[in-house]
């Protein structure tokens, strides 16, 4: 992995000038190639199945009472995110996706740039703002390339210079900021591990942001790291541990795969303080009851000083050999609608011997009150059972045309 290379930087090394911020003219191409691009992805097929999902598949189970509904209501949420975008349903369907989060300036960019590789041609932008920053997968490739998958579902290869150029850099320039167009980014490289994506997502709150703003950071990078399978979370060494925030956003994610923490930048520490923070970091997530992985010292400028690299190695290898990923769309798909199943079966065969225990009674009833009311009782369970069984037909066209409509895509 291109993690094993020292990816120091010296600081007076000199940058060469980007075209797309230097040249305003390429910079106009390359803004007017993106929003000009026409997709080719049959969005009319997403559509319905984001329908059936959100719209359709829990209503049809009528006044069921689902066991555990508000998980099963998550779990379709993530899968319809899953689905969001055809383009990266296909890219992504076979890889687990490792969320990587954290505060506003944790290093979360920097940390991945140190997976990429310090000769990589494409770098991730790094200090981007969550208003301008873009979802960023990286993965294995043949070999190194970069490309945009634009909110109308086209693709776009990019150089480095155009991946740079996306970040906030670019609005700073111009004026005008590409995220809006953009659904996401894939960064591909030889050197990283197979079947395993990583997300790069903005941090959760920007430390000068207004009230309003702090919700809509926090808002977006929930969004994106929702319908992750498992967490890698960034701490800033000098913040001393997970704070409040941090443990409240990781539980709202509603992660049960093992979580990796990372204290980072310890580089700006003594040893001796980095092991009191790494430790304390510890003791605060077991306290909050998270499920740990490792909690590990880490520097991007220096990854080999510390074990934190021996940690996202196993780590990777971890998640990669897991069968827990929510990516298998179908699987999760069958899953959940497997659960609903069991649950009519159970409701059919409560409402079924309740019925045939009034029938018995019926035919014992010595008066014609009691048997007046227990006629009547007997009418209204299978009227229940009536609208049971035709509340699971429905339930089942509607599964059946989620996978129809996922083919199509």
Not at 45 to 68: C, H, M, W
Not at 132 to 151: F, K, M
Not at 172 to 189: N, P
């Amino acid at each position: 992995m291109a993690l094993n290379k020292n990816v120091f930087k010296a600081e007076n090394v000199v940058q060469q000038t980007n075209p797309y911020l230097a040249d305003p003219k390429k910079g106009i191409e390359l803004v007017s190639h993106i929003i000009s691009a026409e997709s080719k992805d049959n969005v009319r097929a997403y559509f319905q199945v984001d329908r059936l999902i959100d719209k359709e598949l829990l209503s049809s189970t009528g006044a069921l009472k689902l066991d555990g509904e508000l998980e099963l209501s998550v779990r379709l949420m993530a899968l319809s995110e899953r689905l969001s975008v055809p383009a990266k349903y296909r890219l992504l369907k076979r890889c687990t996706i490792i969320g990587v989060g954290g505060k506003f300036s944790s290093g979360k960019s920097a940390f991945l740039n140190t997976l990429i590789g310090s000769d990589a041609n494409i770098q991730l932008p790094e200090e981007q703002t969550p208003s301008t920053a873009v979802p960023t997968y990286i993965l294995h490739g043949s070999q190194e390339n970069a490309y945009a998958y634009t909110v109308k579902g086209s693709q776009i290869l990019l150089d480095g210079d155009a991946v740079e150029a996306i970040s906030h850099a670019f609005q700073k320039e111009y004026g005008l900021g590409l995220a809006q167009y953009l659904s996401f980014l894939t960064v591909t490289t030889p050197d990283f591990i197979e079947n395993v994506a990583l997300l790069d997502t903005p941090g959760y709150n920007k430390p000068d942001s207004s009230l309003i703003e702090s919700y809509s950071d926090e808002t977006k990078a929930y969004s994106q790291l929702r319908s992750i399978d498992f967490l890698i979370w960034l701490i800033d060494v000098t913040n001393g541990t997970l704070t409040v925030d941090d443990i409240a956003f990781i539980r709202r994610l509603g992660i049960s795969s093992k979580i990796l923490l990372l204290v980072n930048k310890c580089d700006l520490k003594t040893p001796e303080a980095v092991a009191q923070v790494v430790h304390r970091t510890k003791a605060d997530a077991e306290k909050a009851g998270l499920p740990l992985f490792a909690v590990a010292p880490y520097s991007s400028r220096d990854p080999l000083r510390y074990n934190g690299k021996q940690e996202i190695k196993k780590f990777l290898q971890y998640a990669q050999r897991s069968d827990s990923r929510v990516e298998d769309v179908d699987k999760s798909l069958n899953e959940i609608s497997g659960l609903i199943i069991q649950t009519f079966e159970r409701k059919k065969e409560v409402l079924s011997t309740t019925r045939k225990t009034i029938g018995s009674a019926v035919l014992r009833a010595d008066n014609a009150l009691s048997l007046k009311g227990m006629v009547a009782q007997y009418g209204q369970l299978s009227a229940e059972l009536s609208i049971l069984a035709q509340n699971k037909r429905n339930f089942q066209r509607i599964v059946k045309n989620i996978h129809g409509a996922m083919k199509k895509l």
